[in-house]
């Protein structure tokens, strides 16, 4: 899940390779945009409407006008939301926010469906669907940077006051701090940190568990505040990036898990509605649309992820549609249960064109039986799944079966080199993980 070179954070995605809008000039959108950018000179028509004006020419395609451009992007975007229905009426959801371009859409966005849902409650006669509530969820890295203290407070008003900005709907803001998923009586959370971070030798392993503490920390929002789902801005470019590291890594079984608009392996449920938009059409939306991003607090990716960041890059000046080609190679990946929503009574509250593509999933497929790793949440292979079973029979220690409930990626990339070291490793991770395990062994059964 949980999905950021340039935005960074809860909201975009860990792999987000979005032009920085904080360091970009002012007044140069074709500059910054490469080919996606505000058409000049001759192109002055939309290839949609046939309207005058500038054009915004969409990955070297015909041009659209600013308002046929940002209808687009929310036909997008609401085509996700209900064709995989991502949220009911009855819902909670949890915007995580990382203050770049993508998050920052994927606020106005759900924003604006909230407010026509508010409005045609409000207008009808017999008021039977309620209007689904939306919050801010935003997890504040700053401890793991050197940044002034005045820099992250400016940080913060400039979110709240985004947020505050969106009426009608009551959204309330929810920041919390990565170090938060320690346990309350644990020391100093942000010196805990730094110490289990310090544990871990590989510059990627690092990142990477940074974003697995990254969703947690949403997790825990979501469940201190009765959220039912979490919204990312992951974006088809954070997605393309993935999809590469993730190969690099050798995590090509737990991929197609990644790739999806839906995962429901989380206590709370994923969605990511922006999963067809590019970075750089989101970006430019903000541009256009003159909505305020706030990325003080950025904290670029490393090792593998910023390599892979860079060369999607490339591949992006070279033809924006790669980004694309890569993403659709993915998602030809057959998908895990948990990548859609079960049959049993979640249709209810969905159009009637829509309900028979969830009546008629196999209710046997949906249930969750898949074990995850402890740390990073991937689902086990069969190699992996043999090494547990195998760990389980003649484990002596609780430190034997917390290392048997990790996957390969993390014995390799997050796990110290030095075993002696593993008692103390898993005694400093959140309560959260390594309880799941305690719970699973005694009762013999997986990690849901």
Not at 194 to 204: A, N, P, Q, R, S
Not at 286 to 308: A, F, H, M, W, Y
Not at 353 to 362: A, G, S, T
Request: net charge neutral.
């Amino acid at each position: 899940m949980a999905a950021a070179s340039a935005c960074r954070g809860a909201g975009c995605g860990p792999h987000c390779s979005s032009p920085s809008a904080a360091g970009a000039e002012e007044g140069a959108p074709a500059e910054r945009m490469g080919r996606l950018s505000i058409a000049a000179g001759a192109t002055t028509t939309c290839g949609k409407c046939d309207g005058g004006g500038p054009a915004v020419a969409v990955s070297g395609g015909a041009g659209m006008c600013q308002e046929c451009f940002r209808a687009y992007l929310f036909g997008k975007f609401k085509l996700a939301v209900t064709s995989n229905a991502m949220v009911r009426p009855t819902d909670a959801v949890l915007l995580a926010f990382s203050g770049g371009p993508a998050s920052r859409v994927a606020l106005q966005f759900i924003h604006e469906m909230q407010s026509k849902a508010i409005q045609s409650w409000e207008t009808s006669n017999l008021q039977a669907l309620p209007a689904f509530g939306v919050g801010v969820g935003f997890v504040d890295e700053s401890a793991l940077s050197v940044r002034p203290e005045h820099e992250t407070e400016t940080a913060t008003e400039d979110i709240k006051s985004i947020v505050s900005s969106l009426s009608p709907g009551n959204k309330q803001v929810h920041f919390a701090p990565l170090g938060d998923v320690f346990s309350s009586g644990s020391k100093d959370k942000a010196a805990r940190l730094k110490e289990v971070l310090g544990m871990i030798d590989d510059e990627t392993g690092r990142d990477d568990f940074v974003q697995c503490l990254r969703m947690l920390s949403l997790q825990k929002i979501a469940l201190e505040n009765g959220y039912t789902k979490i919204m990312l801005g992951t974006c088809a470019s954070g997605i393309a990036c993935h999809v590469l590291s993730a190969t690099v890594k050798g995590q090509g079984y737990s991929l197609p898990a990644d790739v999806q608009y839906v995962d429901t392996r989380w206590e709370v449920p994923v969605v990511l509605p922006l999963h067809d938009c590019l970075a750089q059409e989101l970006s430019l939306l903000c541009e256009l649309d003159s909505l305020k991003t706030q990325q003080l607090l950025d904290r670029p990716c490393s090792g593998i992820n910023s390599l892979v960041a860079s060369f999607v890059t490339r591949l992006r000046e070279e033809n924006p549609s790669r980004e694309h080609t890569i993403l659709r190679t993915a998602q030809k990946l057959k998908p895990f249960p948990f990548n859609k929503f079960s049959a049993n009574g979640y249709h209810d509250f969905l159009p009637s064109r829509l309900r028979p593509k969830f009546q008629n999933v196999d209710t046997n497929e949906s249930t969750f039986s898949e074990i995850l790793c402890l740390i990073c949440g991937s689902p086990f292979s069969e190699s992996e799944l043999q090494n547990l079973e195998n760990t389980k029979h003649k484990a002596q220690k609780k430190i034997d079966l917390y290392t048997a409930h990790c996957c390969q990626s993390c014995h390799f990339q997050i796990l110290p080199a030095a075993t002696d070291t593993y008692a103390h490793f898993f005694s400093l991770l959140p309560k959260f993980w390594t309880e799941k395990v305690d719970a699973a062994s005694a009762s013999n059964s997986s990690l849901r």
